[in-house]
Nanobody, 122 residues
Framework: QVQLVESGGGLVQAGGSLRLSCAAS?????????MGWFRQAPGKEREFVAV????????YYADSVKGRFTISRDNAKNAVYLQMNSLTPEDTAVYYC??????????????WGQGTKVTVSS
């Protein structure tokens, strides 16, 4: 089993920044897993945000966050991060950490976290 626990969500004003963290654990977790982030805004379907391969050398981003969000990972800590800058109210959503699967633009992970809420006020 793999457990993914997100943290770092909260309330921020438009134009501000937040850094989300996700800690992975479990007997079957491997640092060779791709890891990523999705989000689900109120009344909308969950959507892909970003993914990173095991080494950190390959990343993909949704067009809506390119240039504003940066995904990174620390394999020594079994963690993945999402630095979010220049936030807008449209970024308001529950953000989910994900792991497993292949690191590609159409990322389909195997494991999911419970989510952390991000609210951006105008």
């Amino acid at each position: 089993q793999v457990q993914l626990v997100e943290s770092g969500g909260g309330l921020v004003q438009a134009g501000g920044s937040l850094r989300l963290s996700c800690a992975a654990s479990g007997r079957t977790f491997s640092n060779y897993y791709a890891m990523g982030w999705f989000r689900q805004a109120p009344g909308k379907e969950r959507e892909f945000v970003a993914v990173i391969n095991w080494s950190g050398g390959t990343t993909y981003y949704a067009d809506s966050v390119k240039g504003r969000f940066t995904i990174s990972r620390d394999n020594a800590k079994n963690a993945v991060y999402l630095q979010m800058n220049s936030l807008t109210p449209e970024d308001t959503a529950v953000y989910y950490c994900a792991a497993g699967g292949q690191p590609r633009s159409e990322y389909q992970p195997v494991y999911w976290g419970q989510g952390t809420k991000v609210t951006v006020s105008s």
